[in-house]
């Protein structure tokens, strides 16, 4: 089992709906997470990070979490072309490293 | 804030070469880590520093590699007698200490192994 778990698409969302990614991790000790958007051929930034169960909200994104399901979510509302990339999740485990899943590729379609 | 720098930005290099990648992180950061990315895949956590301790490496990880911050400032990774295998895209990464503290990248080496 890997260590967190994404589907790895590719999610096709029309442009101004909402593109709902999501993520499950094995480690309960794990502390926070992390959703980073990766566009082809460049370094991932950093989009959002949750700590605590519920919902974060961030302009457009709102990120979910649920430690006792270990499930984590990345909502994108008002989907623009824009938002077409890679969505990689990552868990800041109990061993005090970050993890990241194998993303989740998004499409946004005009 | 001048951000994480690396370099090369690319390398070309023959199998059984020995090539050696440089990372500088942002300079109030004192953790240091480094990921391998290949086509499709997210990051694969190689190993990490705090300060000049290295703190884990992966158990994935060959004997081959190699990863050394002498002065808790910059970190290098070296490959020793590289494969065709071990072609991809390093990143490094900084952040400060604590759970709450997010990975800045740099743009990245990309390693090509003929």
């Known amino acids: 089992q890997k260590e967190v778990e994404q589907n790895s698409g590719p999610l096709s969302v029309p442009e101004g709906a909402i593109a709902s990614l999501n993520c499950t991790y094995s480690?309960?000790?794990?502390?926070?997470f992390f959703w980073y958007r990766q566009y082809s051929g460049k370094s991932p930034e950093l989009i959002m990070s949750i700590y605590s169960n519920g919902d974060k909200e961030d302009g457009r994104f709102t990120a979910q979490l649920n430690k006792a399901s270990q499930y984590v979510s990345l909502l994108i509302r008002d989907s623009q072309p824009s938002d077409s990339a890679t969505y990689l999740c990552?868990?800041?485990?109990?061993?005090?490293?970050?993890?990241f899943g194998s993303g989740t590729r998004l499409s946004i379609r005009p | 804030d001048t951000g994480v720098s690396q370099n090369p930005r690319h390398k070309i290099t023959k199998r059984g070469q020995n090539v050696t990648f440089r990372c500088d992180p942002i300079s109030e950061h004192n953790r240091l880590y480094w990921y391998r990315q290949t086509l499709g895949q997210g990051p694969e956590f190689l190993t990490y520093?705090?300060?000049?301790?290295?703190?884990?490496k992966s158990r994935l990880l060959s004997d081959r590699f190699s990863a050394e911050r002498p002065k808790g400032s910059f970190s290098t990774l070296e490959i020793q007698r590289t494969e065709q295998g071990d072609s991809a895209m390093y990143l490094c990464a900084s952040s400060l200490p604590g759970f709450d503290s997010p990975l800045h990248f740099g743009n990245g080496t990309r390693l090509t192994v003929t």
């Open positions: 480690d309960r000790g794990s502390q926070s």
């Open positions: 520093f705090q300060n000049e301790a290295q703190l884990e």
């Open positions: 990552a868990a800041y485990s109990s061993a005090s490293k970050i993890i």
